[in-house]
């Protein structure tokens, strides 16, 4: 109602979990809303909230996120639903595939970028993709969920 969304968004402010430096944890490190890292994760990293890797922390496996907003170094894939933002001290070693990314200025990137579309966007507009402006889409079954 009145243009709101249900949904609420996680604020940066509200950390969840904290892995403080010094610290390592290894294996599929799963979490909800937000998280901020300056210690190190040897394993996956699932989640559909906002991971924050401070100066400090590592992560050494695939980073699956709504958003990564890292500052540390990374080897490994990174899939952001949202958005990637890298901070000028980020290094990261790996592909990312995110509709919306940020590199600062003196942050490193060895891989490959592929922007895809923001899943609402894609959601929203009701054309399949195949469709060409102004006409149908052919043999084309639509799904909801």
Known sequence: MF????KKKPRLDAITAFLGAGTQYHGQFNFQGVVRID???????????????????LVEGSISVGELIASGSVRGDVTASRRVILNKTAKLTGNIQTPSVVIEDGAVLNGQLRMTEAEAVILSEGVAPCALPGQPAEDVTETTS
């Open 3 to 6: 243009g709101f969304s249900s």
């Open 39 to 57: 210690g190190g994760v040897i394993g996956d990293i699932i989640s559909d909230g906002v991971l924050v890797l401070g100066e400090e922390g």
